[in-house]
């Protein structure tokens, strides 16, 4: 009887605007299962969400929403000029979105999946905290003037905010030497981006 393979794990990341999501959806149509960190760390800052407690706590209401959840532009622009007040809330959060990671990890698991995809923004920012779970870092890679052009037409932030949340994560040339594998999203059509999917070399049931 042939041994069962272990398990991969595929850290996958790259800034705003790179096609992560994307990717992520096509790895999942591949067999892989997807655990996204960014939509974890939403639900733990959503109305009555794990994290909401704390952070009214140590934040004041003044950075809570009227319906209960974290008010993410105003604590975005409070953390970026305040690093005490960045590092206490992720102080908050990180802990909560590791121990749903990870419960989502074994439900994967557990359920057969061979190839876990860790969906993480700021996997390169995290240093060793998170390059130690994965067992391939996956970089989605693409100009910094097309970042900006697709996050202002899908969600209508300015220039000047999108370049500001650019700005505060690794660089390209950062992401780049941490990658294992790297796809370049940068003028392809979406049946070569697939392509380019297609030839990572994952393990499905």
């Known amino acids: ?6 398990p991969l794990r595929i ?12 990717v992520s959806q096509m790895l999942q149509a591949r067999g892989a299962a997807v655990i996204d960190a960014d939509a974890i760390a939403r639900s733990v800052t959503a109305p009555q969400g794990a994290a909401m407690v704390d952070i009214a706590r140590s934040f004041g209401a003044a950075f809570i929403t009227p319906e209960g959840a974290l008010n993410r532009e105003k604590v975005r622009a409070h953390v970026f000029s305040n690093p005490q007040a960045k590092d206490a809330l992720e102080a908050i959060i990180h802990p909560l979105v590791a121990k749903e990671t990870q419960r989502q990890a074994q439900v994967a698991l ?10 993480v923004p700021l996997l390169i920012e995290a240093g060793s905290r998170w390059r130690a779970q994965v ?5 989605l890679d693409c100009l910094v003037e097309t ?3 697709r996050v202002v037409a899908r969600n209508a932030m300015s220039r000047e ?15 780049l030497s941490a990658a294992d594998w790297v796809i370049y999203n ?20």
Do not use: C, H, W
């Not at 067992?135 to 970089?139: A, F, K, Q």
């Open 161 to 175: 905010a999108i370049q500001a949340i650019i700005s505060a994560q690794a660089s390209r040339a950062q992401k």
């Open 135 to 139: 067992d391939r870092v996956l970089v």
């Open 186 to 205: 940068e003028n392809i059509s979406k049946e070569s981006l697939q392509e380019a999917v297609a030839q990572l070399p994952i393990r499905t049931r």
């Open 11 to 22: 850290g996958l990341t790259g800034g705003i605007g790179s096609g992560k999501s994307t």
């Open 110 to 119: 557990s359920a057969g999946y061979l190839t876990l995809i860790f969906d």
């Open 147 to 149: 970042q900006i052009q």
């Open 1 to 6: 009887m042939t041994p069962k393979p272990s």
